[in-house]
């Protein structure tokens, strides 16, 4: 019995396959390394009023921390349509730079969650098989039992039979009902969540220009909290069940991997999407500051209108 329960459910619970080896490769990685530019952000306090009356708190916070400060100042204050026009190229370029770096910070927790989601699948599809298994395995030694206890005509025989064949079924109902799950090890060289969780950015793995978003509370449409508090809330809410220890769990989705679970891949791939939509989200920030920025008048017009 113990010999077909290894041979139905596998001699191993951690499994290593070409599959499971491409999954948990970390393709999604960035292959250059990024150079995160300084931003001067010192302009005169004149200058700074005027520009705080153009714009609302909050675009105004945003062209603070993208950096568009010094270059709308050159802009309103543009001597001629030339100045002008080279003013607006630099906050577009400075626009554009952090669009990028926001989209390409997406683009990697898109790939990882969707790398991490594939592999939940695959490992679910492997332990149903198992239970496929296992189901059978009953069925069939449950026949063989009752054909068997017929072929003889021994009382004592036919009772060791049923009472074998019972015990066998009952251990392949209970192992159905409950299998020896499969698992899969991943390391994870560049965690993305970690940062989030342990509300840091030492390594530099997201821009600053984003990072001063994502821990500003006016970015966040709940109070008094900024954005990577409230996703890090979530996290703690609906990632986590009571029964598990949260310092192994901690382990196993902010660090360098380890042993996972189908249902903890489905975890880690939810986390890598809620952070996704979250830093897109953003781009809903941007929409009202690049209505104003393209309708900035020059002060050569202001001078000239009045």
């Given at each position: ?28 990685t ?12 010192e ?116 009772n ?19 299998p ?60 986590f ?51 104003t ?14």
């Amino acid at each position: 019995m113990c010999v077909l329960l290894l041979l139905l459910s596998g001699c191993s619970t951690t499994i290593q396959t070409v599959n499971v080896s491409t999954l948990t490769a970390n393709y999604c990685t960035p292959n250059v390394q990024y150079d995160n530019e300084a931003i001067s952000s010192e302009i005169s306090y004149k200058d700074s009023i005027a520009i705080k009356n153009i714009f609302s708190e909050h675009d105004f916070s945003l062209c603070q921390n993208l950096g568009l400060i010094p270059y709308i100042n050159d802009y309103l204050n543009a001597g001629n349509i030339i100045e002008g026009l080279v003013a607006k190229q630099q906050i577009t370029d400075r626009y554009l730079i952090f669009t990028t770096e926001l989209e390409a910070i997406a683009a990697e927790l898109d790939c990882s969650g969707e790398r991490i989601e594939q592999l939940a699948n695959y490992l679910e599809k492997r332990n149903s098989r198992i239970v496929s298994r296992l189901t059978v395995a009953s069925i069939v030694l449950g026949s063989a039992t009752a054909l068997a206890s017929t072929a003889f005509e021994s009382n004592s025989l036919n009772n060791v039979i049923n009472i074998t064949g019972g015990v066998g079924t009952a251990a392949l109902g209970f192992w159905t009902l409950k299998p020896h799950e499969k698992k899969v090890q991943m390391v994870i060289e560049r965690n993305l969540l970690n940062n989030i969780w342990y509300e840091r950015n030492t390594n530099m793995v997201y821009p600053p220009s984003l990072w001063r978003i994502l821990t500003e509370k006016k970015f966040s449409n709940i109070n008094n909290s900024s954005l990577i508090r409230s996703i890090r809330e979530r996290w703690v809410k609906y990632g986590f069940d009571e029964d598990e220890n949260v310092k192994d769990l901690e382990k196993l989705y902010f660090n360098h991997g380890g042993t996972y679970t189908a249902e903890q891949l489905r975890n880690l791939a939810n986390m890598h999407n809620e952070l996704q939509a979250s830093i897109r989200g953003i781009n809903q920030d941007l929409r009202s500051l690049i209505h104003t920025v393209t309708t900035l008048p020059l002060m050569t017009e202001i001078n000239t209108s009045q």
